[in-house]
């Protein structure tokens, strides 16, 4: 059944329990896409110069054809599609800090080299969904694109730090993108009790002001961030 009909009927999950649904998810989900699509015209019409989507549900875990993780349409990956077909830009990087890897996105451009993806997640062998190992690159024409920084439970700050010096800033010199993109996740706090990362909010000011270095180095403040 198709999710749009899940929601008109009334049911209640799409596809599996953990995505639940009601009559208006359907609708608020299509929102949240073009809550980032009317935030990538802001920034690249220059209206503003970046912007935040504090939208929902999430849309990381999303596939190409299935929804996954309270995840419908991913909201992320058809930003950056839209940037390449309405902006014609080659080069886009996507990088994702919410604690559980990404799977959706990191798949959906596991092939295209035009757009790169990173990640910082927990580990996967003790975290939803359990993808995001180091070996996890690409595939094909996409191979060296697709980048992962797994994080053991019980490490934060400076595994933070180490991680996005000794990982990110390199592959951001190589790649040198030319719009950024994040997938935005809070949830690696050390007081979520759902994870086992210990990120404080000292650690999240770094992640943030270490990210907005990257982007005004490289694409000249040009970024949204999307929950």
Known sequence: MK???TCIYGLTEFEHPDNAVCRDTY???YLAVGGVLRAVDAVMSGELDNAFCAVRPPGHHAEESRPMGFCYFNNVAVGARYLQKQ???DRIAIIDFD?????GTQHVFDNDPSVFYYSIHEHPSFAYPGTGREFETGVGEGEGHTLNSPVLPGRGDEEYRRLLTQDL???MEKFNPEFIIFSAGFDA???DLMSGVTLTTAGYDYVTENLLDLVDRFTDGKVISVL
Do not use: M, R, T
């Open 169 to 171: 800033l390199p592959a």
């Open 27 to 29: 609708d608020i989900a």
């Open 87 to 89: 902006y014609g830009l």
């Open 3 to 5: 999710f749009e009909e």
């Open 99 to 103: 604690v559980h890897h990404g799977n």
């Open 189 to 191: 706090h050390v007081e």
